[in-house]
């Protein structure tokens, strides 16, 4: 897959296209961009994803520094890629493209830049200034533009409609095995292991202390977890914590903390990859520090059967 923050030079005519955020990727951004690909591959076009950064709500909020994503867009990246798609254009959302109305969107840059042919959107897809695009609208566009569109229905698992919002609540809840079934993997957490207070080397379980590599990341719920950490080529079970360490420390702040089993060595300056696989429990707070140490011991034994 190749990526382009401007032009992408494709035959008028072969671009078969689909517009998002796509914040985590999820099994229902799949159903869209799986459509794009087979669409393209059946008649010889060229699938393309149509993204933003940064975030439209970051540039809507002023910026607000506590909003939390799924996804960043290298991880973005990595999945699409995934997906066998051929092209990943990202614009610049800036004050410009935000009060750009959807026709001007769809002649300016799906058609002028892209040469559509076939636009595909969720049924709840809205784009263009305020959101003003319709079916209506857009049936218009495609009227006078010459392509086609086609809207894919919501992917319903249960009772509701998989999106980025309700992913993201359930992360933030502790939810992890509903949310990793919505996303269609494991939560994915990459970050930079920093100095530490050697705090869990004392009490017998060292641990990489993790500084997530992009401050809006979304980080799940406190608790205990199994994971798999990747550092370069090698892969481990892990024990990760995530918490203020309420036993230890009063008022402490939160830190991502993994223990990784059948490591011995100086993780400092190291890039990890995290793999969020199973929740064991939520943080607690003991009366002693070996009441703590007794604790970890059955995480440990839990997580170990866990990941097998």
């Given at each position: ?59 809507l909020s002023g910026g607000d520094i506590n909003l939390r994503f799924l996804t960043s867009l290298h991880e973005k990246e990595y999945l699409l890629a995934r997906a066998g798609l051929d092209h990943l254009l ?98 994915i957490l990459k970050g930079r292991v920093v100095e530490g207070k050697k705090i869990g080397r004392k009490m017998g379980y060292p641990t990489a202390n993790i500084e997530p590599d992009w401050q809006f990341k ?91």
């Open positions: 897959m190749k990526t382009s923050r401007q032009n992408i030079e494709i035959e008028k005519g072969h671009a078969f296209v689909t517009i998002g955020m796509f914040d985590g990727v999820h099994r229902g951004h799949m159903c869209l961009v799986n459509n794009v690909v087979k669409l393209a591959g059946d008649t010889g076009g060229i699938s393309v994803a149509v993204t933003f950064e940064p975030h439209p709500r970051m540039l990202v614009l610049d959302f800036n004050d410009q493209l935000r009060m750009m109305s959807a026709c001007d969107f769809v002649e300016r840059v799906l058609v002028g830049m892209l040469g559509m042919k076939h636009l595909i959107v969720g049924y709840d897809h809205h784009f263009g200034y305020g959101g003003n695009v319709n079916s209506t609208t857009l049936d218009d566009c495609a009227g006078r533009h010459g392509f086609d569109v086609s809207r894919v229905d919501a992917l319903v698992d249960g009772d509701v409609s998989v999106s980025s919002t309700l992913i993201r609540q359930l992360l933030e809840e502790g939810e992890l095995g509903r949310a990793n079934s919505l996303l269609g993997y494991e939560y979304l980080i799940p719920a406190d608790g205990v977890y199994a994971v798999e950490v990747t550092t370069g080529e090698n892969l481990y079970k892990a024990m990760l914590y995530i918490g203020t360490r309420p036993t230890l420390e009063t008022g402490g702040n939160r830190v991502i903390e993994a223990n990784l089993f059948g490591f011995d060595g100086d993780l400092y300056g190291k890039d990890l990859t995290i793999f969020f696989k199973h929740r064991i429990r939520g943080d607690m707070k003991f009366s002693s520090s070996e009441l703590l140490s007794k604790q970890i011991a059955k995480d440990k034994d839990e997580t170990l059967q866990l990941l097998g």
